[in-house]
């Protein structure tokens, strides 16, 4: 193990950027520069947290040992490739990679055998240049998706079926609901959420009871734009400018030992975000609670009393009763998958959330969207 901090570069210098740097603290980790393609919101960034801003990923490549990459989808297999040709490590945002083009003009099928391909080629690149990839699926380090890790792999269980949901109001991202920005909707940027974590923990069932991960084979899916119904009546507390993607989306994933899951996903709730896991074994029962968690209720009697301050994610106004986060990212993960990512690396141990999860994620997610396109036909899940 190397003494020295690992350094970390970023790319993308918004939100996501802003956490990843946050949650470096007290690890033997450095953020040492930022990148992003507009040099005002980069160099602020930078002045910021007290690190250099780079022009691009190529400038900052030789002095980090990882690429930390929180810039938006399209950009993130360009960024891998990179960093793996300079046998630099990588950390990558979810969603970890999509197909980044109209669906007016390209099929289901297309977007599958092409993203298929695409991982194909991460996949060999990683390998070749030996270098460590860390997938920020959040949802893997939350606590209580750990606690149920821990009683899978103790009571050697088997996980018959799973519910599971991520769900808000709607992303603030304003390109959000734009297919050749984001990859498609509701299912590829927040289910790939809930989805990541009940494959990883379907996975850490398999290696526990027979050493090896049960991986899905087959999907049905169904996909909704509720917000875009004409007799749709908007009060003004969801957002609905969605172009071309759905705000709906229902995925049922069936497992190579016929075990399933059901994820469900959208942009119709109001109360903050709701996320969780539900775990049905032939001994035991657990629900993963990730946002709400009822650990702090504080009671705000005006919203001006805790203006602008951060309670919890998506709640429309800080009024009334609060299922407030203890802290932001303690109960979905946000806060260990860097500790997790950073020790790893500094090990040369494959982090808790790999490629593997990202791929199987991503592929799910493609069947996911071939299925709806066929009115839920199940769908194979490709093996690469
Ligand atoms: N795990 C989570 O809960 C979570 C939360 C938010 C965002 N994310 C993910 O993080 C990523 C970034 O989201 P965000 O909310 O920080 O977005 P953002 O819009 O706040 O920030 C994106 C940043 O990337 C920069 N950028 C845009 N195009 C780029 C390119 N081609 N190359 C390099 N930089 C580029 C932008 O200038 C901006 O600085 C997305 O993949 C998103 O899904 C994850």
Partial sequence: MQNAPLRIGIVGSGFAGKFHHKNLRGLPAVTVGVTSPRAASREAFAAEIGVRAYASVD????????????????????????????????????????FFGSPELHSKEEMLAAVTEELREIRRVVSENKILLGYAENIVYAPAVQREREILETSKAQILRMTAEESHSGSHSPVYGIWSEQGGGSLIGKGCHPLGGVLYLKRKEGLARNGSPIRPVAVSCRTHSITRLPHFEDRGYLRTTYKDTEDYALLHVIFEDGTVADVMTSELVLGGVYDFIEVFANNHRTRCHIQPVGVVDLYSPDRKEFAGMDLMEKISSNEGWIPAYPEFGWSNGQFYEMRDFVLSMREGRQPECDLDVAIDTTLAIYAGYLSADRRGAEVQVPRI
């Avoid at 900052?60 to 938006?72: A, E, T």
């Avoid at 490739?81 to 990588?90: D, F, T």
């Fill in 59 to 98: 400038e900052m490549l030789p002095d980090i040992d990882v690429l930390d990459i929180c810039s938006p989808p399209s950009s993130h297999a360009t960024y891998i490739h990179k960093a793996a040709a300079a046998g630099k490590h990588v950390i990558v945002e979810k969603p970890f990679h999509g």
